[in-house]
């Protein structure tokens, strides 16, 4: 069973689905860029998706959408700094010490000033490509670290994103960059690996990631799958391509993949919805773990009466 430690003496067990909630503090983020820019308001927000059932809260500073531009250290910092120390005071006020706040971001200066901030877990889409100190500020701060794979950058990742062998390509880019992290003295049990669908990949190419997760599962780190709200979804379920979709358009597609997800073995989920995406683990998780409780008994004898 794998348990994330964290620097402040909690820990988050990874022993059934967790609902990781979204919550970026940008003007541009693709869905929600702009909803929670103030702290107060970011805050409250992340305060009702732990009373949904989130286990983690992720905050960031910098959209990763597609064509995105990058947004310096300082001015990351700005944004998220407050928002963390306030949400964790009042997380630990109403009694939800145990739902941990993750950092977004590529940067170690960020990092580190969100950990000071309340912060737990550093969440890398650059997976330690953008800042070699990232890796040995996790080690120094017993900091679990989530690794994602991104061909290119967010600026650049759409652009005719092409592989030989996606699946195979994106497991060994994260085997190799978890190896790293371990060699700079990243704890084994505190990594976490993320195929980031969507980041650089076609909808061909994120369905056949999506088909294939337990070769992801099977690499032997936890996995987290983020797929809420993204644009291949609208795609799939045939809504009109000419405007974001509103969150209740695609939030049954969203939920789909989570139920996915639950029955290959993934650890955890990033979600917009924290709610119906709570629900959609809790229920396939159930399922799953009623089916092995029957294959347990299957072998027990069994009284036949006439």
Same mark, same amino acid.
């Given at each position: 069973?794998?348990?994330?430690?964290?620097?402040?003496?909690?820990?988050?067990?990874?022993?059934?689905?967790?609902? &990781?909630?979204?919550?970026?503090?940008? #003007?541009? !983020?693709?869905?929600?860029?702009? !909803?929670?820019?103030?702290?107060?308001?970011?805050?409250?927000?992340?305060?009702?998706?732990?009373?949904?059932?989130?286990?983690?809260?992720?905050?960031?500073?910098? !959209?990763?959408?597609?064509?995105?531009q990058r947004i310096n250290a300082d001015e990351q910092i700005l944004r998220v700094e407050t928002t963390i120390k306030q949400l964790r005071d009042q997380?630990? $006020?109403?009694?939800? +010490?145990?739902?941990?706040? !993750?950092?977004?971001?590529?940067?170690?200066?960020?990092?580190? @000033?969100?950990?000071?901030?309340?912060?737990?877990?550093?969440?890398? *889409?650059?997976?330690?490509?953008?800042?070699?100190q990232l890796f040995e500020l996790a080690a120094s701060r017993s900091a679990p670290m989530i690794l994602m794979h991104m061909r290119g950058t967010p &600026?650049? &990742?759409?652009?005719?994103?092409?592989?030989?062998?996606?699946?195979? +390509?994106?497991?060994?880019?994260?085997?190799?960059?978890?190896?790293?992290?371990? /060699? @700079?003295?990243?704890?084994?049990?505190?990594?976490?690996?993320?195929?980031?669908?969507?980041?650089?990949?076609?909808?061909?190419?994120?369905?056949?990631?999506?088909?294939?997760?337990? %070769?992801?599962?099977?690499?032997?780190?936890? *996995?987290?799958?983020?797929?809420?709200?993204?644009?291949? $979804?609208?795609?799939?379920?045939?809504?009109?391509?000419? =405007?974001?979709?509103? #969150?209740?358009?695609?939030?049954?597609?969203?939920?789909?993949?989570?139920?996915?997800?639950? @029955?290959?073995?993934?650890?955890?989920?990033?979600? %917009?919805?924290?709610? #119906?995406?709570? =629900?959609? /683990?809790?229920? /396939?998780? @159930? *399922?799953?773990?009623?089916?092995?409780? %029957?294959?347990?008994?299957?072998?027990?004898?069994?009284e036949c009466r006439p």
């Amino acid at each position: 069973m794998n348990i994330l430690r964290f620097e402040n003496g909690r820990s988050l067990t990874l022993d059934r689905p967790r609902i &990781m909630g979204i919550l970026n503090v940008t #003007p541009d !983020s693709f869905s929600d860029g702009g !909803s929670w820019t103030d702290p107060g308001v970011a805050t409250a927000h992340g305060l009702q998706m732990a009373r949904e059932g989130a286990n983690i809260i992720d905050i960031g500073g910098e !959209s990763t959408r597609p064509g995105s531009q990058r947004i310096n250290a300082d001015e990351q910092i700005l944004r998220v700094e407050t928002t963390i120390k306030q949400l964790r005071d009042q997380l630990d $006020l109403y009694n939800f +010490e145990s739902v941990a706040i !993750s950092i977004d971001t590529t940067l170690g200066a960020v990092a580190a @000033a969100a950990l000071n901030a309340g912060a737990s877990i550093i969440n890398d *889409v650059s997976a330690g490509r953008d800042d070699d100190q990232l890796f040995e500020l996790a080690a120094s701060r017993s900091a679990p670290m989530i690794l994602m794979h991104m061909r290119g950058t967010p &600026m650049t &990742m759409q652009e005719n994103p092409q592989y030989n062998d996606v699946v195979d +390509e994106v497991a060994k880019f994260l085997l190799d960059r978890a190896v790293r992290a371990q /060699a @700079a003295g990243v704890n084994r049990d505190q990594i976490m690996i993320d195929p980031g669908i969507g980041f650089g990949k076609t909808e061909v190419q994120n369905l056949a990631l999506l088909a294939k997760l337990r %070769h992801f599962v099977a690499i032997g780190y936890p *996995v987290l799958l983020g797929t809420s709200r993204k644009r291949f $979804l609208r795609s799939l379920t045939k809504l009109p391509q000419g =405007q974001a979709p509103q #969150p209740e358009e695609i939030m049954g597609a969203t939920c789909s993949t989570t139920s996915l997800g639950v @029955a290959a073995g993934i650890a955890m989920f990033r979600v %917009h919805d924290v709610l #119906p995406n709570r =629900q959609a /683990a809790d229920v /396939a998780w @159930a *399922v799953q773990d009623s089916g092995k409780n %029957h294959l347990n008994s299957a072998n027990d004898p069994v009284e036949c009466r006439p």
